[in-house]
């Protein structure tokens, strides 16, 4: 059973429009929402996160806005450049009371933003 | 922050054959994490390997296949058992650094494993 769905699979955007990428949960014991960022040979890199008590939060070209009573979040990137071309993963856990803080990750986009 | 390195970056092993990949941390971390990345896949959690406490193991992984051992609160180490073909995969550990729930989980840059 996968707890964290992703799409779009892949997405090729141009350079200066938006990619925005969406995840879907089932387990409502989630309550941290991280969106990683993986290059080719490198270990994923946190990019933003999210707590499911507020519905929006902007760190530059980055937006996560998060839906709670539909179970779903998405990752907004505005001003797509070429740089941003790479493996996107949501994923989701637990971070609190009697937590165990495990990442539950959904399958991940392949941007591709085109100069 | 933590900065976490891996050894070996890569191997290429034979069939049958047992593989160690050694995670290290360059602070004292409480819980560390071991995934699996498999070739255009997602991650999948192996086990949670906290210092002083036999490592847990997701569903569908074994100690008798991935022993992991927990030292310290800087180092951890996760072997690949009797490996096959279908054990190609890149092997990454993360940790949470000790304090804030809500900080963030680092990621090293995992060791690339091809068995033939």
């Known amino acids: 059973q996968q707890q964290v769905k992703q799409s779009p699979q892949s997405l090729i955007v141009q350079k200066g429009g938006i990619s925005i990428i969406n995840c879907a949960y089932e387990?409502?014991?989630?309550?941290?929402f991280p969106w990683y960022q993986q290059f080719p040979g490198k270990g994923p890199a946190l990019l933003i996160a999210?707590?499911?008590?507020?519905s929006e939060k902007k760190e530059g070209r980055f937006t996560i806005s998060f839906n709670k009573s539909a179970k779903q979040f998405s990752l907004h990137i505005m001003d797509s450049q070429p740089g941003d071309s790479a493996t996107y993963f949501c994923?989701?856990?637990?971070?609190?009371?009697?937590?165990?803080?495990?990442?539950?990750f959904g399958k991940g986009t392949l941007l591709t933003v085109n100069p | 922050s933590a900065v976490i390195s891996q050894k070996p970056s890569r191997d290429i092993c034979q069939r049958g054959t047992s593989l160690t990949i050694q995670c290290q941390v360059d602070s004292q971390v409480t819980m560390m994490f071991w995934y699996r990345q498999q070739p255009g896949q997602s991650l999948t959690l192996i086990a949670t390997?906290?210092?002083?406490?036999?490592?847990?193991?997701e569903s569908g992984f074994v100690i008798d296949k991935f022993p992991i051992s927990r030292p310290n609160l800087t180092f951890s180490t996760l072997t690949v058992s009797n490996m096959s073909p279908e054990d190609s995969s890149i092997y990454l550990c993360?940790?949470?650094?000790?304090?804030?729930?809500?900080?963030?989980?680092?990621f090293g840059p995992g060791t690339r494993l091809t068995v033939l």
């Open positions: 993360s940790v949470f650094p000790t304090g804030n729930s809500w900080s963030e989980q680092f």
């Open positions: 994923a989701a856990s637990r971070n609190s009371g009697g937590s165990n803080y495990k990442l539950t």
């Open positions: 999210i707590r499911p008590d507020v």
């Open positions: 390997a906290n210092q002083g406490s036999e490592a847990t193991y």
């Open positions: 387990n409502t014991a989630f309550d941290y």
